[in-house]
């Protein structure tokens, strides 16, 4: 799926992008809320803001790195109000991140990064020799 195909109904999805830039931790104009601006790129060249909230610039810090390539699916996209939106906004809704938001890192020539995971059976025990038995 690609980001030109997303709206505020959009449920089920998955998509691939690049973090094409990343703003800096910023206050509202009120100074009650803090937010972050990241704009994502998918392949077609599509744009989209995605916003982070107040703990969340912490939380997603690691996980979404500028020029980083990741599957993101399941994160909520909401509609921009007018008065918020900028040049930057090439449709009228942005990426919000979410308790079941899944980000999986992309490495561009291999596609997902996955966990090497191995059977519990194959890691050797280990012994305490001070232990009698």
């Not at 709206?7 to 690049?18: E, H, M």
Request: glycine letters at 4%; a positive charge.
């Amino acid at each position: 799926m690609y980001l030109n195909q997303l709206n505020a109904a959009s449920k089920s999805y998955i998509l691939r992008v690049v973090v094409a830039e990343k703003g800096r931790d910023t206050l509202s104009s009120k100074k009650t809320v803090r937010f972050q601006i990241l704009l994502l790129k998918d392949e077609k060249g599509n744009k989209m803001r995605g916003t982070l909230f107040s703990d969340q610039i912490e939380a997603f810090e690691e996980a979404l790195q500028y020029l980083g390539a990741y599957e993101i699916s399941a994160a909520p996209i909401k509609f921009i109000d007018k008065k918020w939106r900028t040049e930057l906004d090439q449709f009228p809704y942005q990426m919000t991140f979410g308790s079941k938001t899944v980000i999986q890192p992309v490495h561009p020539e291999l596609g997902p990064i996955l966990p090497n995971y191995q059977p519990i059976a194959s890691i050797p025990r280990a012994v305490d020799p001070n232990k009698h038995l």
